[in-house]
């Protein structure tokens, strides 16, 4: 049986578009309510069979958060759930963007984030009955809305009881958000913290710590740690804004490119002497030929006589000399044979399958590989960041008003040119 493709009706819903597949068994659509009675309602839509949407479900209908998704309807005879629709980016887009737009990531905002995601957690594991414990928390499955409130997605992925297992997951989150780059990249930063930040360096090596017991023994301790810290550095968060800014950044011109003045407005453009049409005798005078002589010469009008055909005759032109083939053949070209393909050579599928492997690991090893990159900091385990998937890619860029206007103002002077030429020829 075929999957789910676009168009296809979940209860009240139609599949739009579809999200990712990096979840076994489980894909991820963005769908809207057809049904009308709800006006442009759009879901994200979970569709897969098995025990994983079951404890999805399970989980989303027991968390009662503002930081997590609303659980809207579980269709299980078609094997899907819909929850909230959340715009805005993850954390792997807004991490991955930083680099090249300074400022989007300042420390205080990178706290900040850390902060409402703990917050999330802590919710998760005071759940009524047992903890909800998360278990498999990556950039992608945080995400800031316009307004700059965070989520947290992706629960229900685990069967872990302890609520200190989030922790190091927690702290590797924290590393690429003030890192501002992945944690398997982020070795060197994480050095130079030892002596140049030993605030921030405490918290993460207790948050990582391989030992359970030596983490901290509840969320509110990690919580009460990071507000300490983001107080003590004093800074601002820009939270608010931060999608208005990532969607929006400053694009520079390249180094080889000059910088472009700004064009006045379209009033000023059109401004200016009006341009009236040439007069007949305007067009008389302008098509005159001087005489030759210096003194000038009153015009006269010249009646000119019907023009005459003439017949011209073309001589044939010689023929061409033929060439003789070359006697050596010491300037021929040859194709020149194609490069030997080694057999050996591992395709680049093929370079992916360690990092596939790693991403479908179970909890329990990505837990304890999650605290051994945090505990020991000099051997940082490259593979650990298995979240591999890049930047969307920029829509094309809009027209400013500038250059608006200054292609209306050559459309005018190619108007006014064309209907001064038509005007003398006519």
């Known amino acids: 049986m075929s999957g789910p493709r676009v168009g296809d009706r979940i209860g009240p819903f139609a599949l739009r578009k579809r999200l990712d597949t990096r979840d076994s068994g489980v894909q991820t659509w963005r769908a809207e309510r057809v049904d009308g009675k709800l006006l442009s309602q759009a879901v994200a839509m979970r569709v897969g069979q098995g025990d994983a949407l079951r404890a999805e479900y399970e989980a989303l209908r027991a968390l009662d958060d503002p930081r997590v998704p609303r659980l809207v309807g579980y269709y299980a005879g078609q094997g899907a759930l819909a929850m909230q629709w959340i715009e805005g980016a993850t954390l792997r887009e807004l991490v991955d963007a930083a680099p090249d737009r300074p400022g989007l990531l300042d420390r205080a905002t990178a706290l900040d984030l850390a902060v409402e ?146 064009m006045p407005p379209m009033s000023q453009v059109v401004a200016g002497p009006t341009l009236e049409p040439p007069t007949t005798e305007q067009v008389a005078l302008a098509s005159m030929v001087e005489p030759a002589t210096d003194t000038p010469s009153p015009v006269q009008l010249v009646e000119v006589a019907p023009a005459t055909t003439y017949s011209l005759e073309m001589p044939t032109p010689p023929e061409l000399p033929v060439m003789a083939p070359p006697e050596s053949d010491e300037h021929e070209v040859t194709e020149e044979e194609p490069a030997a393909v080694t057999p050996d050579d591992p395709a680049p599928e093929d370079l992916t ?67 001064v030429l038509y005007r003398g020829f006519a």
């Open 117 to 262: 995601v703990a917050q999330a957690l802590r919710a998760a594991h005071a759940a009524s009955g047992a903890p909800i414990v998360h278990g498999g928390l990556r950039p992608r499955h945080v995400r800031v809305d316009p307004e700059g409130e965070v989520w947290v997605l992706g629960w229900g992925r685990t069967g872990g009881t302890d609520p200190r297992e989030d922790q190091p997951l927690l702290g590797a989150l924290l590393v690429e958000l003030v890192t501002q780059k992945p944690l398997k990249d982020a070795g060197d930063d994480l050095k130079r913290m030892v002596t140049e930040d030993p605030a921030l360096m405490r918290i993460l090596r207790k948050l990582g710590h391989a030992d359970p017991e030596q983490r901290y023994l509840s969320d509110a301790g990690a919580l009460k740690a990071l507000h300490t810290l983001a107080r003590e550095d004093g800074g601002a968060s820009s939270r608010a804004d931060l999608i208005g800014r990532w969607k929006a950044p400053e694009r520079a011109l390249p180094p080889s490119m000059p910088s472009l003045q700004p």
């Open 353 to 419: 399958e360690p990092i596939a492997a790693e991403a479908l690991s179970a909890h329990d090893t990505t837990e304890r590989m999650a605290a051994e990159a945090l505990e020991g900091i000099h051997t940082l385990d490259p593979t650990l960041e298995v979240d591999d998937d890049g930047p969307e890619p920029e829509p094309p860029r809009a027209w400013t008003q500038a250059e608006q206007a200054a292609l209306a103002a050559v459309a005018l002077f190619a108007l006014v040119a064309a209907w």
